[in-house]
């Protein structure tokens, strides 16, 4: 070993020593990069919306009636069930991080950032859903760069359910042509 160079790993009874201290803490150990507290709250508000992306989608399955509406309500439920996935994810990380997941119905309207909608004809639920999504996504990139470097675990998972969101606006965008009979993308 050079001058130099550094070991990777920390003197083994340091790392044992740190281990000890604060156990209370749980996974959140001495050398997390950002603020755990901080990362609860933005993570509170990522799981609001994907609890009411949850019911709208949800709602949207249960409604959508029409000539055209059994592959449509398909995708809804593929879409409910997805974000019910996320949900659990982001809720399970909250508790990783010390905190309580907040899945109290009081209030989520206004912790989420997507709306639930109320939409009655099947290209409007389409185009809520679309909508939602293109919030969800923008939202997810906003909290992958914050988080950065700072808790790869949790950019990570974003980024994971991200890949999906944007999965989800191209599904609901692919539905809309098909059902208005026009391209918004140029190619």
């Given at each position: 070993m050079t001058a130099t160079s550094q070991p990777f790993l920390s003197d083994v009874k340091e790392l044992r020593r740190r281990a000890r201290e604060h156990i209370e803490k749980g996974a959140v150990t001495e050398n997390y990069g950002g603020d755990a507290q901080q990362a609860i709250d933005l993570l509170q508000t990522a799981l609001a919306t994907e609890i009411v992306c949850v019911l709208r989608y949800t709602m949207h399955n249960v409604a959508a009636v029409g000539i055209d509406s059994e592959s449509v309500k398909e995708e809804f439920a593929e879409h409910a069930r997805d974000e019910y996935d996320h949900?659990?994810?982001?809720?399970?990380?909250?508790?990783?991080?010390?905190?309580?997941?907040?899945?109290?119905?009081?209030?989520?309207?206004?912790?989420?950032?997507?709306?639930?909608?109320?939409?009655?004809?099947?290209?409007?639920?389409?185009?809520?859903?679309?909508?939602?999504?293109?919030?969800?996504?923008?939202?997810?990139?906003?909290?992958?760069?914050?988080?950065?470097?700072?808790?790869?675990?949790?950019?990570?998972?974003?980024?994971?359910?991200?890949?999906?969101?944007?999965?989800?606006a191209n599904d609901m965008h692919d539905l809309l042509v098909a059902h208005e009979g026009k391209p918004f993308l140029s190619s």
């Open positions: 949900m659990e994810k982001l809720a399970n990380r909250i508790n990783q991080l010390g905190g309580t997941p907040n899945f109290d119905p009081e209030g989520l309207a206004t912790r989420s950032a997507t709306e639930y909608g109320h939409a009655v004809k099947l290209v409007d639920m389409i185009k809520e859903n679309l909508i939602a999504e293109r919030i969800a996504v923008e939202h997810y990139r906003d909290l992958i760069r914050f988080f950065g470097e700072k808790d790869p675990t949790t950019r990570v998972m974003l980024e994971g359910i991200l890949a999906q969101e944007e999965d989800h």
